[in-house]
């Protein structure tokens, strides 16, 4: 059955919702329930029930998802411990002595992301400059930005993240079946410099700390965390629940090494797991890195860096086992609600994938395209159709079809198409509340999901804006006059925002 402009439907109506009443789970199972009645000839009562046999269900047993779920609770019980064993504030503690304004902590988290560049760091990362960020009084909204920023960017280029097998896996695929020359790892490396967005946004993060370029919704939130000391809005509901110092007994002094014995477990366990399963010994240094199992790399350092934490709480006689072991347990409950957030948003892409939203969309515009215009318009199309889905991976699944024929049918530079595709697909994801990418960054900073989706829209826009440029110019000239225009006119606008924002905002005191 084509299902048309009705496949639109259950997105649009949960993001519209979730924009609307701040509930994320409520607006994502209305969207998955919309759609399964539609799917189920417009019975409610059915599409109730398929919505959590046919999709529900299914996106859990899904082995990727079902690793990313267990991932997500462990970092639950990784990031509590860490907070009630005094490692997190312990760390904190130490780093404020150095990094001690809030633009130093902002660049620092920033810069420390180049070091998870394999994992996607929005979970380990907002774990450990969380405590820092908020004694210099920088928003949850504003870590969640930076986090969203350098997070699917950084490792959408990264040839030893998941995304680098998985984008070089759909590229083998088309060439295999255009029977083109061509290597797949080379086309991935020649694609980096077209990624603007990916490009673009994490430059753009690192203007906005250093200028201080505070705008809508995030000047607000700053603004309030400057004055006030409140990271937090009032009616903000945070993903993850905070721990503050004076729930620690009366004199406890915080010690380095409560920090620093759980992190290198961690990073010896991550990489001891991806030398393994990616096998070393056969593959080489970066051979393993391609081939390793990522998420249970991950999953087992946290698991091992919550032994740790543990361990040493019950040698200083914080904890017991029993107690150390409960606050584990604990951490993980608080963070239930994401998994179920995640559970959801692959339901609504399943649903999408079920209506053909990515076949709709392209059927609209792919008639009717002349040569200069389709890298361009590659990436409109990937944009929206990730904002729908949630999901930057369903668009370079659901366009990399499309987009290398259609460059290798119009002469069009592959490494542009490419990029094309990467650079929608990250900008819809950026923007989408439904996106799980989104959902770990606002899980990372134990922030407001919506609240991060609203301040990070105006800068995720421009972003978009001066790429779409950016895809304009190399279609119709050359690819690197593109990257040109995009550099050019990000910054201009960055500029002349920063200029007109300076004058109409009122001034703050801070210490930088």
Not at 6 to 12: A, D, F, K, V
Not at 158 to 163: G, K, T
Not at 301 to 316: D, N, R
Not at 475 to 496: N, S
Request: with cysteine; proline share 5%.
């Amino acid at each position: 059955m084509e299902y048309g402009a009705l496949s639109l439907l259950p997105p649009l109506i949960a993001i519209i919702i979730a924009l609307l009443t701040r509930q994320t789970l409520l607006s994502l199972f209305i969207g998955v329930w919309v759609g399964s009645t539609i799917i189920n000839s417009w019975n409610p009562f059915s599409g109730f029930a398929k919505s959590i046999s046919d999709f529900m269900i299914p996106s859990i047993a899904d082995p990727w998802n079902a690793s990313l779920l267990i991932l997500v609770s462990l970092a639950g019980g990784f990031i509590h411990i860490l907070k009630v064993t005094g490692a997190a504030q312990a760390f904190a503690q130490v780093a404020t002595k150095k990094v001690n304004t809030r633009r130093k902590a902002q660049n620092v988290t920033w810069g420390s992301a180049f070091l998870f560049s394999y994992t996607e760091p929005v979970l380990i990362l907002g774990t450990i400059m969380r405590p820092l960020t908020d004694r210099v009084k920088v928003s949850r909204v504003k870590l969640a930005y930076i986090l969203d920023s350098m997070g699917a960017p950084l490792a959408s280029m990264s040839p030893i993240s998941s995304y680098g097998p998985f984008i070089t896996g759909l590229i083998a695929t088309q060439i295999t079946a255009l029977s083109l020359t061509e290597s797949p790892w080379t086309l991935f490396l020649q694609m980096i410099p077209y990624n603007l967005y990916g490009i673009f946004a994490m430059i753009g993060v690192l203007y906005v700390i250093n200028t201080r370029l505070d705008i809508g919704p995030m000047y607000l939130a700053e603004k309030r965390a400057i004055e006030t000391g409140e990271v937090i809005g009032e009616n903000d509901k945070p993903l993850v629940t905070s721990q503050n110092s004076e729930d620690f007994p009366e004199g406890h002094v915080f010690k380095f090494h409560q920090f620093l014995i759980p992190m290198l477990l961690l990073f010896a366990t991550i990489f001891t797991v991806i030398f393994w399963t990616g096998n070393i010994a056969e593959n080489g240094f970066r051979g393993s890195f391609i081939k390793a199992n990522i998420v249970l790399a991950i999953s087992c350092g946290f698991l091992a860096g919550s032994i740790g934490a543990g361990v040493l709480s019950v040698k200083s006689k914080l904890h017991t086992v029993k107690t150390a072991f409960d606050e584990f347990t604990q951490g993980i409950i608080n963070l239930m609600i994401v998994p179920m957030i995640l559970v959801l948003a692959w339901s609504i892409g399943k649903i999408s994938g079920k209506m053909e939203l990515g076949a709709y969309m392209s059927t609209i515009v792919g008639d009717y395209l002349p040569a200069f215009i389709v890298p361009a318009l590659i990436f409109l199309l990937g944009s929206l159709i990730a904002f729908s889905t949630g999901s930057s991976w369903g668009v370079f699944a659901i366009m990399m079809p499309i987009a290398i024929p259609m460059g290798v049918s119009m002469d069009i530079s592959l490494p542009l198409v490419i990029g094309a595709v990467i650079s929608g697909g990250l900008f819809g994801d950026h923007c989408s509340p439904i996106s799980d990418t989104t959902i770990l960054a606002s899980t990372g900073a134990a922030c407001d999901h919506i609240e991060h989706v609203r301040t990070q829209l105006p800068y995720a826009i421009l972003i978009a804006v001066c790429s779409f440029l950016g895809f304009l110019v190399s279609g119709l000239t050359a690819g690197w006059l593109g990257i040109i225009t995009t550099a050019v006119t990000t910054f201009l606008a960055l500029y002349l925002l920063n200029k007109k924002a300076k004058s109409s905002q009122k001034p703050v005191n801070i210490s930088v």
